[in-house]
């Protein structure tokens, strides 16, 4: 079910029974909570924060839960949560990336690792643009998402699992015109985006030029703007087990970082890069396409802007799944404006070198 707003009057939307029900003002409140994993209990408590009656705030959540339990019987959907974790388990933390805010409320042996990894996005916002909970249950953790069934996974798969939501959040909420799955560095204020499937070592490869004076903009997701510039999201690198040895001599703390699992079986550490200034914001410069291949020495190539512009669109996300006439604009604008190269590579210090040699 979804709850929105419109003309100051809270719709409850079910999309199976294609019916929409309205809610008063506290009881879309209650709503909202019981989804986002509290209980009627610390709603009570939090509502009785504002000055409000005890006794008072108690009836009116348990009448407000009561008739919510009743459309639930109506509709057939579940409304409150069937297990909510313990009152005095959950801790709430809002982190900020791309101007939108998510909220998490989450068990505290949680927390430790929220904060770890994504500590460098907490944010004071009074608002949320997307809400989530999470516990764990059974030697799972369970996370829910207002409005959808609950997803499970493994400890070791928790941060994985977050910095993936959190990704779907911006796409589902912030403004941009494309998504651009790439990575983007910065030198000397101009970008530099890296290009390539899966495995081609653009994580790799953007970490290890670090060392080199570039700054890490982003090294999973891009986001294009109408203007035709560069926002990245400070997300901590993912390194996959298969680098730690190549980046252990320039990055001594990786060795000590806690390891994840993501979903598809990969074990990860997580990195994060210094955020310097003027990392948002910025114009494409020079675009590689990375080719690695075994045995290959390092070899840069100048292509056509075509193949590039076929790359970004096949890999990137449009907002409505639709590439619309400004976001084609946008990427051909951006082309315009940059080189774009081939660098076939197996090396890794190879590669670092020929990429500084462009961008001095």
Known sequence: MVLAVLDSRNLLFNEAAQSIYELDDFSAY???????????????????????????????????????????????????????????????????????????????????????????????????????SAYEADGRVEIGIPGKAPSYCRRSEFVPLIKTLLIDAVLRCAGYDVALHAAALVWKANGLLLLGSPGAGKTTLSTALVRRGFGVASDDVVLLQNNGLLAGLPLPSAIKESAWSLLSQDWPQLQSQAIYCRPDGVRVRYLQHEQRPNEDNLCIRNIILLDRQADAPASLQEVGAIPILEALISEGDAQNGRLSESAFRSLVGALQEARCYRLTYSDLADAVETLTGICS
């Open 30 to 132: 209650v709503w909202r909570s019981l989804a986002s994993g509290l209980s009627p209990e610390r709603i009570s408590e939090e509502v009785v924060q504002d000055g409000d009656d005890p006794e008072a705030v108690e009836n009116a959540v348990a009448a407000a839960v009561e008739s919510l339990r009743a459309l639930e019987r109506v509709i057939g959907a579940p409304t409150v949560p069937p297990a909510s974790p313990p009152v005095e388990c959950l801790d709430r933390v809002t982190l900020a990336l791309a101007g939108i805010a998510v909220q998490i409320n989450l068990a505290k042996p949680l927390l430790a690792d929220v904060d770890t990894v994504f500590g460098h996005l907490k944010s004071d916002a009074p608002g949320s643009h997307v809400q989530l």
